[in-house]
Structure formats: structure tokens, C-alpha cells
């Protein structure tokens, strides 16, 4: 926890967000005294920047000696070095505590190593920048609407190919292995996958995250240090350009793709992805991948938005002290709740293609085999009846609040519930969403 003079410097709102965090998620015993190893060199702010140094040249150093490479090569982006720069300048200057500066330089060292594999992986193969990658599949819509559960039951189909948590994080196998080998890449993708919730075990009840489980396009795009995922876990200060974070995107699906189309005898499966952020992004969604099909979830507001800011919350909560819960609420409120309420125009002004199946949560939940089917023929795809058969047994092997129960009431999380549905008025009415009961 922050010092005695620390803490008197943060705002009001903030030292209440503060109490708030620490009384619903108490830090295990592990991540305290590992924190308090920054308190014990001035702070634990300060003291953490001590403890764990993070700094540009030092990292792109370490990263270099690490694969015993010394170019990184561009991957078809020569201005990456400047937004690195300013990324890592940002995380340095983030409240992070020792235990969220540790995670934090792990993944911007990871990043940085996988733009060394990647730059050498298309100088030995320049074919990869000719992958097709045709028709693919993305889910997308509210936090806590289905989206984690239905990408996974899509995984289970031979025609889709979702990227696995292991190969997002280690996109260039960079160790020989014996093909009955275990991929070294599961084991390492493991310390992160579930890290974060040994940290803070209540988020493993807000989103399971495994090596082998399909992974969002969040953690696909880290290399591109543009994309959402640092925009999620900083408060502020994260460089953001989605067209480069899309053209990046593109070239690690072709760069994963590549072995399958040279290995083919028959159609390589469409991508399958899955992220909420390409909900605020459709148009340029489309201009990367004019022939994919959305999958757009939908599930009652009440239900949707305080998950929403839980999770967030619970991210930073994960590398800070300093989470100010109303601040999060206000911009979550504003930013997710005008893209829902300008979805409904959009997609009938004729502004999007007509490439969009709807899932509503309370359809998914009661018939999971039959939404997908007809989600499938919307799409004009084929619905086996094997598929139909892995869905039924991976749900009976997955069952809800195995890890607890992940609690989002609205006004837990800065929403007044009659308020927060006539803001979405516009949303509620087009997708004709059921509404719920405000308490579970």
C-alpha cells in the first residue's frame, strides 16, 4: 500500500476508490509483502521504479541479447521504435506497485522479443505477406454478453482456427522441439495466462484466461505497442492508432496462418476472433477484412456496463493502488454507451455491410446449441451435428461460477440502473434486449 505521504497526495476520489478496491479485493499475502519491497526503498511508487527499472534502450537491449539477434526489423511498421518509446515512458511514469512494474516489463520484453522473431521470420519466408485470409469470424460486443463463452463453443468447430493464448504471446516457435514434444510456448504463455489471477484470484470469476484457450485480439496486437490492451491496463498515456494496431493485426494472422497453407490439403479453416474493442471500430473492422461476418452480442445494459468497468477495474487493480472507479464509470458510460446507442443507425443506414449475425445472452444461455445454429445459417455456414455434440459436452465440463461468482450490480459500480437504460433507450429498443433482474 501507498506511504503515508503518498497517500495524502491523491485525490479524495481516488483514496475512496482506493478503500473500495482494497475491501472487495484484499491483496493475498504473496503480492502485499512484494509490494511492501517498494515501500521499503521510498514508497511503494517511487521504491517499485527503483526495484524494477523500466527504460527504453535498456529493454530493447535485453531483448536483443535474449535471441542473440541485433536488427528487429520493421514487420512492415518503420515507426514502431517512436511508439515504444512513448509507451515505455508511459508505464514508467504509471502508479504501478513492484508486483505491476514485474508484469508490466515482462510483457513489454515479450513484445519486443516477438518483433525480433517476426522480422526474421519474414525475411526467411517473404510468402507470408501473400497469406489470404478470407471470410473470418469475429465476436464482439458488451463485456459479461456471452462473447468469452460463444467464441470458445466456436473454437470447437474444425472449420474455424481461433488463436490459442500460446501462440498470441509466442507467435515464432523459437525453441526445436521433437514433434511428440509439449510446445514450450504453453508453459511460458502459462505465466501469463494465469498470473494475473494468482495475483488477484476473484479475476480468474471475471474472465478464465489459459495458455490453451482461445485468445482475444487484445493480446494478439501487444508487439504493435498501439493497440488496446495497454490502453486497458494504463490510465492515461498509451499510444493509440488503430489502423496500424489493424495492419498489424493482419500480418500476425498471415505469419500464423503461413504453416497451415503450405501443410493444406484441402481449405484452410477461417480465423476466428474475438475482442469488444472491434465494437468501437467496425468501419475500420471492415476495411482490413471486407468479407468477415460479426458476431454481435447483446445482453441487458444493467448487466453489460458495470461489468464492464469490474473488469477494467480489476486489471489495473492488478498493477496499481490507484484505481478511481468513478473516473472509469464516466468513460465507459460515455464511450460504450454512445457506440451501442449508434450501432442501431449505423447498421441500418446501410454505413456497415450487411455482415452481421445478432446473439442475445438470454438465447445463448437457455438453447446454446440452437443460437449457434442459427447464427451459423445467417451466416450461410454449415452446422454439424458433431459440433452441436462438443458443445453440449464442453458446457457439461465447464459450468458456470466454477471460480466463484463475479459480482456487477450497477450500483456497485457507479450506475443507477433505471438511469443507465433510458440512456440506452436507442440500443434497448432496436435489438429488442430482454431486460434483467438488477440483482442476481
Known sequence: MSSDHEFRRMSVGAARSLKEMAERYPRPDWVRRMNAMGDSLGGSIAGARRLVPIETDELQAAARASLGRDSFGDFGD??????????????DSA???????????????????????????????????????????????????GTSILYELLALDPA????????????????ERAPSALDPRIAMAECEQEFWADVQPEFAAIHELRADLPVECVTLTAPSFCGP???????DGAPMDPPTDYAFHRRI?????????????????NW??????????????FQTYPDAWIIQTHRDPVKTMPSTVST??????????????????????????????ALAAQRDSGGLPKRFVDVHFQDLLADPVDTIRRAYGG???????????????????????????????????????????????????????ALEESRE
Open 312 to 341: 477494467t477495474a480489476m486489471v489495473r487493480w492488478i498493477r496499481s493502488d490507484q484505481v478511481d472507479i468513478a473516473a472509469l464509470a464516466a468513460a465507459i458510460d460515455a464511450a460504450f454507451g454512445g457506440i451501442l446507442n
Open 379 to 433: 451466416m450461410g455456414r454449415e452446422f454439424s451435428d458433431s459440433h452441436a455434440d462438443q458443445i453440449r459436452d464442453y458446457l457439461a465440463h465447464k459450468p458456470r461460477g466454477k471460480f466463484g461468482v463475479h459480482r456487477y450490480e450497477a450500483e456497485d459500480w457507479g450506475f443507477d440502473a433505471a438511469e443507465l437504460r433510458e440512456r440506452l433507450r436507442p440500443y434497448i429498443e432496436h435489438f429488442g434486449i
Open 253 to 269: 494472422l498471415r505469419l500464423l496462418q503461413r504453416p497451415s497453407t503450405l501443410a493444406a490439403r484441402g481449405p484452410v479453416p
Open 160 to 175: 474455424l482456427r481461433a488463436p490459442l493464448a500460446s501462440e498470441a504471446l509466442h507467435p515464432v516457435p523459437f525453441h
Open 229 to 235: 490492451h495497454w490502453g486497458m491496463v494504463l490510465p
Open 272 to 285: 476466428l476472433l474475438k475482442t469488444p474493442a472491434h465494437l468501437a471500430l467496425l468501419p475500420l473492422v
Open 95 to 145: 502508479p504501478f506497485h513492484t508486483v505491476g512494474r514485474l508484469i508490466t516489463r515482462q510483457e513489454l520484453l515479450r513484445a519486443l522479443r516477438t518483433r525480433l522473431l517476426l522480422g526474421g521470420a519474414l525475411e526467411a519466408d517473404p510468402g507470408i505477406e501473400d497469406e489470404q485470409l478470407a471470410a473470418p469470424v469475429i465476436v464482439t460486443g458488451p463485456a459479461r454478453s
Open 78 to 91: 518503420p515507426d514502431w521504435p517512436a511508439r515504444f518509446t512513448a509507451l515505455v515512458a508511459a508505464v
